[in-house]
């Protein structure tokens, strides 16, 4: 059985978090793992409001010890960190690794804009993730924050991030501009960039009109890391999870007023 392994937050809506990736994995036929990170709850008598709440040091290493010396993933996610404890461990266990297939979500937003949850991890994230990976999957707002550039609204300043972060340690990366990058510069397709190291590729989609995008980020990363423990190559994986995210978001749904995630599932019926 192939086998991949999620190091993550808990979304207790369902819709992100490695929530998002146990059911993506399923979907591509692996078996799922997962290291919680920190468990995130949303208030339905305070508008929604985001609470986070980490797990300890020694609850975290237990569960990575579980994964890492009792089974030995294929592959390996990573989603939201939370804490610099939970950095460094994700970093001890990913390097001593021998089967290093490593996919970096640097997930920094909830909303996939805004502010930074934790604008103090970021330079810690970057210095110890980010050279361990095998790729990594910003979207827009991540990617200006790794690569230390102003806001990205055009496919140039997307390419010239992909180099910086590149250059920074990263062995390819994928910037997930999606349907903010549309809205931002007027295109009419939803626009995500591959860059390998050497050469930069758009991959395009046509742009699904749907405001219930919850966990889009989480997975498309976490197609990309079943992808890569099924043993594609960085490019097969990131085509075929761009197939699998427009598949979801045009099943996507409304779960209450405030929130609607994608449906992993709906490529069932279109593959
Ligand atoms: O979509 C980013 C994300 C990642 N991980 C967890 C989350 C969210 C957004 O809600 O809750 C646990």
Redesign the pocket.
């Known amino acids: 059985m192939i086998k991949a392994a999620t190091i ?6 369902g ?6 990736d146990l059911k993506t994995f399923e979907e591509y036929g692996v078996y799922g793992m997962a290291a919680v990170t ?3 709850t ?1 208030d339905p008598h305070n508008n929604w409001a ?1 609470a ?1 709440f980490p797990l300890e040091e020694k609850v975290l290493r237990a569960q990575l010890e579980t994964i890492f010396a009792g089974i030995g993933p294929d592959a390996v996610k990573t ?2 960190l939370g804490s610099s404890y939970a950095i460094e461990l994700a970093r001890e266990y990913i390097s001593a690794h021998k089967n290093r297939t490593y996919v970096l ?1 640097p ?1 920094m ?4 804009a805004g502010e930074a949850l934790h604008p103090e991890l970021n330079r810690d994230l970057e210095k110890k993730l980010l050279p361990l990976c095998t790729v990594v999957t910003p979207n827009l707002f991540e990617a200006a924050q790794l690569a230390g550039t102003d806001e990205i609204t055009t496919k140039e300043q997307m390419e010239t991030a992909a180099r910086i972060i590149a250059d920074k340690g990263a062995k390819n990366v994928f910037i997930k501009g999606g349907s903010k990058l549309a809205a931002a510069s007027g295109l009419s397709c939803a626009s995500d960039l591959f860059y390998d190291g050497t050469s930069a590729e758009f991959i395009e989609s046509p742009l699904i009109a749907t405001e219930w995008t ?5 997975t498309v990363a976490a197609a990309v890391t079943a992808g890569l423990a099924r043993s594609f190559s960085v490019r097969e994986a990131v085509l075929l999870a761009k197939k699998f995210i427009t598949e979801s978001l045009s099943a996507s749904f409304q779960l209450n007023r405030w929130v609607g995630p994608g449906n992993p599932s709906a490529w069932r019926k279109a593959f």
């Open positions: 993550a937050g808990s979304d207790a809506s819709g992100a978090g490695l929530e998002a920190l468990i995130a949303m985001h986070v989603g939201m979500d997930v937003v909830c909303k996939g919850h966990g889009a980020g989480c």
